[in-house]
């Protein structure tokens, strides 16, 4: 250098890897999953094991995630080992629920009769609640309407008839699921 010159230098130092405690959120059968692991510091890549419990089949650790479909239900608690590419660990323990798929398991519905009270509970399986009801296509008997809220079906048709619907149930976790109903009303 034949003058005066300044010279900025940027330094990024290492931090050392660190776990948060990050609750996985639940989980469904056949569903893509994907969560941060709540993993800070430490140097790319980061590699990591199961030391103890067991991991749910078809999950693994991607980096600072763990991803996946999960393909059967219940509730896993596992310890992992993260290391950074310095070599240095961090250890945490999970607990993930991975839920039944969403599943309306009403199989058919009971015929009503005009002029009279008539009231169904739409049964579900596996998904998480709360859940919420609705007719995805075709109608309803006039006068009888789905509660959102509950899956009921109530009200007092008038006219008789064979009524075909198409049910929704949305649960909690967006997942969703259809059937086809035939209501008659004699």
């Known amino acids: 250098m034949n003058q005066d010159t300044h010279v900025i230098a940027t330094f990024e130092p290492d931090l050392p ?7 996985l959120p639940d989980a469904e ?42 393909v059967k239900a219940g509730k896993f608690t596992f310890k992992a080992e993260f290391t950074d590419a310095l070599g240095f660990p961090a250890q945490k323990s999970f607990t993930l629920t991975i839920l039944k798929p969403l599943n309306i398991s009403t199989a058919t519905l009971k015929t009503g009769h005009r002029q009279k009270t008539y009231t169904t509970t739409l049964k579900v399986n596996g998904g998480k609640a709360p859940y919420l009801w609705s007719v995805l296509s075709g109608n309803l008997p006039a006068a009888v309407t789905l509660d959102d809220a509950t899956g009921q079906i109530t009200g007092v048709s008038a006219a008789p008839g064979t009524y075909e619907f198409t049910i ?3 649960d909690s976790l967006g997942q969703t699921s259809d059937k086809t109903f035939t209501l008659v009303i004699r």
């Open 17 to 23: 890897l660190a776990l948060d405690a990050t609750i």
């Open 29 to 70: 059968v056949g569903v893509s999953y994907a969560k941060p692991l709540g993993i800070t510091g430490g140097r790319l890549p980061i590699s990591a094991k199961v030391i103890s419990g067991k991991m749910p089949q078809g999950l693994s650790f991607n980096g600072r995630k763990i991803s996946g479909t999960p």
């Open 168 to 170: 929704r149930v949305t």
